[in-house]
């Protein structure tokens, strides 16, 4: 997987910061790794911290949401036919 990463990091800030305000939370993050993976690879850590563990799992389960469906990322596949794609929000 590549990255645009310049608009990629602006846009997983903002949705911490979002999130993170939202529940009141000390942190929030979400990170896209990048490179090659097998199928079923984990690519994605998020994780969050706070006061109530409540609020942590509420605020951590949001960002995850969000990460999924925002903003419009794009990831590029390699196949093992030498083929490529690039998929957004993927």
């Known amino acids: 997987m590549e990255s645009y990463e310049e608009h990629a990091n602006k846009a997983l800030s903002r949705l911490c910061e979002e999130v993170k305000a939202e529940y009141g939370l000390r942190f929030v993050g979400v990170w896209h790794l ?49 083929s490529e794609a690039w998929l957004e929000g993927a």
């Open 34 to 82: 990048l490179g090659s993976f097998a199928v079923g690879e984990a690519v994605v850590m998020a994780a969050a911290a706070g006061e109530s563990r409540d609020e942590v799992f509420k605020g951590l389960r949001t960002a995850v949401e969000r990460y999924k469906r925002e903003p419009a990322l794009f990831k590029k596949e390699v196949y093992v036919d030498g």
